[in-house]
Every structure is written in C-alpha cells, then in structure tokens.
C-alpha cells in the first residue's frame, strides 16, 4: 500500500501532462517578461507612477500604492486596501512594469466596483487555503490506514474547493487584464503600438493561471480514483 507514495504509474499519467502544460506556460511568461523588460514605455513613467495616474483617473482615492519587497510578489490586498508592487515593477519604466502594475490596479477597479467574481473569489480565500494545506494530507492519512476511511473523502471534498477557488479565480485574473489594457490606451499612458506587447506579457501571465488550474484538475481526478477505489 505504502508503494503508491514512491511509483505509481497512474499518478504520472495524470500529472506528466501538466506539468508539461506548466513548464511551457512558464517559458512563455519568461521570455514574454523579457522582452517587455527590454522596450521601455514611452511614457516615462515607473510602475508606481502608473498606478497610482490609472487609480486618480478612476477616482479611486482609498487605495495606497506601496513597495513589495519580494520579487514577484506584486498583488492587491482589497483587505488593506494597498497595492502591493516588487521593486522591479515599482520602479520600472518598461512595458512589462507598467503592464503588471495596470494588472493590479485592474483588481483595485474591480473591488472599487464590486466586480462580483472578485467578491466570490475573496470570500472563499479562507476555505480555500485551509484545504489546500489540509487536503492532500486528509487524503494520504485515509489511503493508508483504513479506519480513518472517510477522511480521505473529506480531503478530496476539500482540494475540490480549492479547484473550484482556482476556477473562479480565472475569470478574476483575465478581466483584471482587459481592465488595465484599456485603461492604459484609453488614458494615453500606453501608446497603441505599445498594446501588443502588453498583451503578450499579460496574456503569458494568464496562462500560468490556466496551467495551473489544469494541474489541480488532473490532480483532483487522480486523488478521485484513488479514494473512490480504496472504497469497499
Ligand atoms: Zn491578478
């Protein structure tokens, strides 16, 4: 019973796909960020500076724009209320800092404006970070040792929240991406011929979320058969 930890064929079957899909994802993100990082925007202006233009020209004035000190971890907090943007894109003045940067105030527009996806997504950040610490160990401890059956069923119930919390997190992370493009055009800070090359960074963005959502699907299958046949 113990050997389905260390080899199980079944298991690569289901993930080997994704993790591909992953890699590839991955690879496009790099080399779309770097040639965003390698044209600068002609506006001039940094990351920051573009954000908090996009959030004076939406009118939304209870939102602080504030330095992230960890590479990457640029992210709305809609609970502070403050714009998290990395050193990178905070002070950056090319296409791919002003690109991320719109991303994020997209989600501060959104929660300006009760975008309801955002409203379901933030309501289920509690749940759905709890099951996913807890679920995959629910689902081993149940495999393996038989009186405590129904834990198992209790973990998949739970990493299939946290699948649902991805789903609903995909309509979230595009819109926010079609917010910041248009506002950026429209509002003069990114120049039409520039807009592609935005596209390109967010679009590559995106598709992490994609690959990532898919990955937790094949492992929610995989988990599925797994606990559904232990089942006597
Ligand atoms: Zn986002």
Redesign the pocket.
Known sequence: MLGFFYFDPLYFLFLIPGMLLAGWAQMRVRSAYDRGKRQMASSGLTGAQTAQRILDMQGIHNVRVAREPNFLGD?YDPRHKVLKLSPDVYDGRTISAVGIAA??V??AIQDARRYSPLVIRNGMVPLASTGSSLSVIFIFAGLLISSLQFLAVVGLALFALTVIFQLVNLP??FD?SKRARAVLVDGGIIAPHEDPLVAKVLNAAALTYVAATLVAILQLAYFAIRVMGSRE
Do not use: L, Q
């Open positions: 992210h991303h994020e997209g989600h979230v992370e926010a």
